[in-house]
């Protein structure tokens, strides 16, 4: 006669626990509900028809009824122009991190690849990595106007600041010992940043690259908020300045987390792609 124990049960807290896919998005989808509980919470009239009742302001914070208002919808989508704005200002991130990746990418190549080279940059990588990025705008308005060429050249300085430290230790992470077994085999220098530094070093290139056009994407607003007559910086400037319409603000930023997270998985698809080996080792 076997007597079966019952298995102990595993407390929540685990210290690097292995998830699978499906565990990870149902554990992710648990705050959305709670989120959203609260939120109608504050944003009830606790004496109904009286607004004023409130915890947290209708100005600060709408009711997710009003937020979803169609009439509101309605204004956003077609009033503002909703999708054209987001058109506008991806192709205002698109144009910045193409030029910032057309300048970051020799130079950071370089300064991982020769000693002199970064030793000649590194004060100015730091005193970039230091500069806040808000300074920037005032900066490119001085350099390039207010008009477009501000708005693309701000993003791509932004962009550039914040990629090339990744980029460097990208190339200054790969293994000396493959550097050196390609000089006992006869490679040239260019051969070994060809075809060693830079193929090894891709993957973690291309990491930093998606975290750059995400960073990017994040900074749209600063880059609208001169000037702008259109994207998405814009409806929130204007909406800001409206108290009637802030929900638009908080709709605006939704779609901006959407588009992002969109954007994310074609990078992430991209990886995959290109680099499947590395895929399976990162799980």
Not at 92 to 114: D, I, K, Q, Y
Not at 170 to 197: C, F, K, M, P, Y
Not at 216 to 226: D, G, K
Request: aromatic letters at 10%; hydrophobic letters at 55%; one cysteine or more.
């Amino acid at each position: 006669m076997s007597s079966s124990h019952p298995r102990p049960r595993r407390p929540f807290w685990q210290i690097r626990e292995h998830l699978s896919p499906w565990a990870a998005r149902g554990l992710g989808l648990i705050p959305i509900p709670v989120i959203w509980a609260v939120w109608w919470w504050v944003t009830r009239d606790r004496v109904p028809g009286m607004v004023e009742s409130r915890i947290v302001t209708a100005a600060a914070l709408p009711s997710p009824r009003e937020m979803f208002d169609r009439n509101s919808l309605r204004i956003l989508w077609f009033d503002k122009e909703l999708s054209r704005s987001a058109l506008v200002s991806l192709e205002r991130v698109t144009a910045g991190f193409a030029l910032a990746l057309a300048v970051v990418l020799p130079l950071g190549l370089s300064m991982g690849s020769c000693t002199k080279v970064k030793a000649m940059f590194q004060p100015f990588m730091v005193a970039g990595g230091y500069t806040p990025v808000a300074a920037l705008v005032p900066l490119t308005m001085v350099w390039f106007g207010v008009a477009e060429r501000q708005k693309v050249g701000f993003l791509a300085i932004a962009t550039f600041v914040y990629l090339l430290p990744m980029i460097v230790q990208a190339v200054d992470n790969v293994d000396h010992v493959l550097i050196q077994t390609a000089q006992t085999q006869g490679a040239s220098r260019w051969q070994i940043v060809s075809r060693v530094l830079l193929p090894v070093a891709l993957p973690d290139i291309y990491g930093a690259m998606r975290l750059g056009f995400g960073v990017a994407w994040s900074w749209i607003i600063l880059a609208e908020v001169v000037a702008a007559e259109n994207g998405l910086g814009f409806i929130i400037n204007v909406a800001q300045g409206r108290s009637s319409h802030i929900e638009h603000v908080y709709l605006t930023l939704v779609v901006i987390v959407l588009i992002a997270f969109a954007i994310d998985r074609l990078w992430s698809l991209g990886y995959r792609a290109c680099f499947p080996y590395r895929s399976a080792l990162d799980g």
